[in-house]
């Protein structure tokens, strides 16, 4: 198996003349001793100021934005590419005696700004690590390194064991295994496979002193004190770097159904899908899209399109589908087009790309509740980003969904016209602009989930983004994630400044 390289999308930062757009209040130096130890550690180092300056950025929109106008959110000193577990041992420790924030990065596909490298240090890029290294074809348990990209492994799986993992993010192209567990991501065909969190069973994980760990991976169940594995799925980097994961796979699905249905309204197709999961059907994909959003995806008009689609034994797929079928009995039947549709662009990245680039300010928030507040989370929502200065449009799908609830994806655009303020075009101060009207955006919405006591992100994580809404998320349980945090990683080097952690090696003003 080779190294996938992220797909090219060219953002075309001018790195002649690169400005960072946070600087640290205590800038780290890393002397000529400590990187002399560390290219002496047999790890691939680069130095090239281009290389340096686009890992300053990931699919946040706002470091996109800022690389497309020529700025680095944030440039490491140094990125080291290791090939080996022990490779990552021998910088965590050089980087953990010497205080050297140490940021993990593998595809760049996340979009809130969790491999940005704000205080500096080394950029510790997993993508070299690659491969299966173990498949227990009766158990149904592989083993793989963690940067290893979605389509070689799902390809790997299929061809030579005719297995599949059940993992299809939209983003499956550009990210890797470790990031999806770093990020606790969700494929798109959640509802039968689950999210990362269940399939994983086990890891091998670096500590910040550079000790090698496994968890798990032995037994389908577990009794040994509280699960080890599940600490370190969604800790984004912070807690220490996955460098192998053990997995549940599944038989390659021989059969599949598709069918669309099409709802007055959002709120009476959420009550379908509640019906559906109550009932014990979990259709792969059950995806129901607002009536903007179906419009624009399907050009299925006012009303709210429902997609469904299973896969695997036929037994089980006629009989979830007879429940859909059932519980979808007033809804209008839409017919298979807009599955089709759905199918064939469900791995399509470029809208974020080219809106980006014309200065359109837009993103998408995930979040998850119960099917008790969902309703009005979805209506407050809208509701408030409509209310923001510069909002063009808010709309909405449901993703995910579990017998107690589901994930709500809202999608915002928005454009602040420079010359309303009279500031230039493309200049720094119309991006602070947008990039106010993006903050509010997001202040607006998480207010509207913690109000309601849902959970601010289902799939995409914290990174630097959220890092301002955890607390109130999680209430007093923060202190324990802190002193897990403190416990795990004293000196405070790996990915410093997310996941609301605050850092000892240095601060940013993002304002
Ligand atoms: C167009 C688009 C569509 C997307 N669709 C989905 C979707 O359907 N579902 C979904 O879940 N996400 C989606 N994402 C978000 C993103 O792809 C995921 O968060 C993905 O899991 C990130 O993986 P990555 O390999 O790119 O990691 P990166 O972006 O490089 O890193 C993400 C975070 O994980 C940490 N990290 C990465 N690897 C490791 C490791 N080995 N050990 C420790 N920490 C590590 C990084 O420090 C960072 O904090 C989408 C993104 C885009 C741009």
């Known amino acids: 198996m080779t190294t996938k390289p992220t797909p090219p999308i060219d953002f075309s930062l001018p790195y002649e003349d690169v400005k960072p757009r946070f600087h640290s209040s205590e800038p780290v130096t890393i002397s ?19 290389a340096l300056c686009e890992a300053g950025r990931d699919w946040w929109p706002i470091s996109l934005q800022w690389a497309i106008n020529g700025m680095t959110t944030a440039s490491p000193h140094v990125i080291l590419k290791p090939t080996e577990t022990k490779q990552v041992s021998s910088v965590l420790k050089i980087c953990n005696d010497n205080a050297i924030p140490v940021t993990p990065v593998a595809g760049r596909s996340g979009v809130v700004g969790g491999s940005v490298p704000l205080l500096g240090g080394v950029s510790l890029d997993l993508t070299a690590m690659t ?14 390194k963690a940067g290893t990209f979605g389509p070689d492994l799902e390809s790997e799986l299929r061809e030579n064991y005719h297995l599949t993992l059940g993992h299809f993010p939209q983003s499956m192209d550009l990210s890797t295994v470790g990031g999806w567990v770093a990020c606790r991501g969700a494929g798109q065909y959640s509802t039968r496979y689950g999210k990362i969190e269940d399939m994983v069973v086990g890891l091998e994980v670096v500590l910040a002193n550079g000790e090698i760990i496994t968890t798990g991976g032995l ?17 984004e980097g912070t807690l220490g770097i996955i460098t192998s994961v053990v997995l549940k796979v599944h038989p390659l699905p021989t059969y599949e159904k598709r069918a669309a249905y099409g709802f007055p309204t959002f709120q009476a197709g959420l009550e379908s899908c509640r019906k559906i999961l109550q009932r014990g059907a979990t259709p792969a994909v059950l995806r129901l899209y607002d009536a903007a959003e179906s419009n624009r995806h399907f050009g299925s008009g006012e009303t709210n399109a429902l997609i469904v689609l299973d896969e695997g034994d036929p037994k089980l797929v006629d009989a979830t589908m007879e429940i859909v079928e059932s519980e979808c009995r007033d809804a209008l039947d839409l017919g298979l087009e807009p599955v089709a549709k759905w199918v064939e662009s469900k791995n399509d990245v470029k809208a974020l790309a080219s809106l980006t680039k014309i200065g359109i ?7 998850a509740g119960r099917w008790s507040a969902l309703p009005r989370i979805y209506q407050d929502a809208l509701e408030e980003i409509l209310a923001i200065p510069g909002a063009l449009v808010a709309s909405a799908h449901q993703s995910h969904a579990y017998l107690d609830g589901a994930c709500i994806y809202f999608t915002f655009v928005g454009k602040i016209n420079p010359s309303d303020h009279g500031v230039e075009e493309n200049s720094e101060e119309a991006l602070k602009l947008n990039e106010a009207f993006y903050r509010q955006a997001w202040d607006s919405v998480m207010s509207v989930i913690n109000r309601h006591g849902a959970s601010i992100s289902h799939h995409h994580g914290i990174g630097i983004n959220r890092a301002r809404y955890v607390k109130e998320n999680l209430g007093a349980a923060f202190g324990v994630l802190e002193d897990l945090k403190n416990t795990l990683d004293p000196v405070g080097i790996l990915n410093p400044l997310k996941l609301g952690f605050s850092s000892k090696l240095g601060s940013v003003d993002f304002s």
């Open 219 to 235: 037994a389908p169940r577990s009794a040994v004190g509280p699960d080890l594995t599940a600490l370190f799925v969604g800790s």
């Open 32 to 50: 000529r001793e400590v990187m002399d130890q560390l290219l002496l550690s047999g790890v691939e180092a680069i130095t090239d100021k281009a």
């Open 361 to 367: 300010t837009l993103d998408t928030i995930e979040i």
């Open 131 to 144: 491969g299966i290294e173990d498949v227990d074809e009766t158990s149904l348990i592989v083993r793989v």
